[in-house]
Nanobody, 123 residues
């Protein structure tokens, strides 16, 4: 099982990035996917989630209106489009997968957890 996140980088405030999370080793269509981030000295934060059953999405308040999550089941990939980036968005971003949408959003016991990609927003 693997969740491979990519697309991070160093960008200026106001810029955009698109993160990708490619999954392998499990039946992707059945899994809910979430993006999490963790900055140094801060707790992990759930940024955005997408439901496997109906494509329903959810966002942290910090991401609403700026970030968009989407999935392409044919490519086993979930994307996080991040616009109007701010310095406070700087963090390592991870994707994760769980059969339960509730567990993914509210539990620390997540089925699969991927390695992260660094996003740095700085002038």
């Amino acid at each position: 099982v693997q969740l491979q996140a990519s697309g991070g980088g160093l960008v200026q405030p106001g810029s955009s990035l698109r993160l990708s999370c490619v999954a392998s080793g499990f039946t992707f269509d059945y899994y809910n996917i979430g993006w999490f981030r963790q900055a140094p000295g801060k707790e992990r934060e759930g940024v955005s989630f997408i439901n496997s059953r109906d494509g329903n999405t959810a966002y942290a308040d910090s991401a609403k209106g700026r970030f968009t999550i989407s999935r392409d089941n044919a490519k086993n990939t979930v994307y996080l489009q991040m616009n109007s980036l701010k310095p406070e968005d700087t963090a390592v971003y991870h994707c994760a997968a769980d059969r339960s949408y509730y567990e993914l959003r509210f539990s620390n016991d997540i089925n699969y957890w991927g390695q992260g990609t660094q996003v740095t927003v700085s002038s």
